[in-house]
Antibody, heavy 118, light 106 residues
Framework: EVKLLESGGGLVQPGGSLRLSCAAS????????MSWIRQPPGKAPEWLGV??????????EYNPSVKGRFTISRDNTQNILYLQMNTLRATDTAIYYC?????????WGQGVMVTVSS | DIQMTQSPSFLSASVGDRVTINCKAS??????LDWYQQKLGEAPKLLIY???SLHTAIPSRFSGSGSGTDFTLTISSLQPEDVATYFC????????FGGGTKLELK
């Protein structure tokens, strides 16, 4: 059974940093692209970025709205996906989801809340 | 950047009704359009990928159509468990979600 479990969310002050994790199980992690998506309360999801699979060299793509502040990485020995978020703003407040694949996002985690506030 | 415009934003329908939700892209996205269903308090769930391919275990009352810039999600006979918000998502050039359509029971 495919499972994705995010962790690391919480309250952070503006300008601060946070690293989210997504523990994956039930599939061959290195075979798949992995994505991060966020959703501000009551709003539509926003695609943040993707990290490709082993066959595609684990390269990354980002939404221009977060490029340079957010970094996606993966630990392929422990099957964990990461999202490093720096210089956080109030507008980054959202539920953050990891998902399997770069499109046709077929499995999602339950999401983790990130609140940026002083 | 490609913009995705969904219509309507809100939809009220009765059990058994045929429901259609539209998604318009600001430029040609070929067939690279997915549909997701999000129930209250849950993560989005993939319904249809690449315009018209039904994801695993999704009921056949859901279908998708379209090409280029105009796409449609159809529920052939609305069921109570279909109450949710529906989002389209293009992945032809970059990746962009639509603004969503909230579907309620009348």
């Amino acid at each position: 059974e495919v499972k994705l479990l995010e962790s690391g969310g919480g309250l952070v002050q503006p300008g601060g940093s946070l690293r989210l994790s997504c523990a994956a199980s039930g599939f061959t992690f290195t075979d798949f692209y992995m994505s991060w998506i966020r959703q501000p309360p009551g709003k539509a999801p926003e695609w943040l970025g993707v990290i490709r699979n082993k066959a595609n060299g684990y390269t990354t793509e980002y939404n221009p709205s977060v490029k340079g502040r957010f970094t996606i990485s993966r630990d392929n020995t422990q099957n964990i996906l990461y999202l490093q978020m720096n210089t956080l703003r109030a507008t980054d407040t959202a539920i953050y989801y990891c998902a399997r694949r770069g499109y046709n996002l077929d499995y999602w985690g339950q999401g983790v809340m990130v609140t940026v506030s002083s | 950047d490609i913009q995705m415009t969904q219509s309507p934003s809100f939809l009220s329908a009765s059990v058994g009704d045929r429901v259609t939700i539209n998604c318009k892209a600001s430029q040609n996205i070929n067939k690279y359009l997915d549909w997701y269903q999000q129930k209250l308090g849950e993560a989005p769930k993939l319904l249809i990928y690449n315009t018209n391919s039904l994801h695993t275990a999704i009921p056949s009352r859901f279908s998708g159509s379209g090409s280029g810039t105009d796409f449609t999600l159809t529920i052939s006979s609305l069921q109570p468990e279909d109450v949710a918000t529906y989002f389209c998502f293009q992945h032809n050039s970059g990746w962009t979600f639509g603004g969503g359509t909230k579907l309620e029971l009348k």
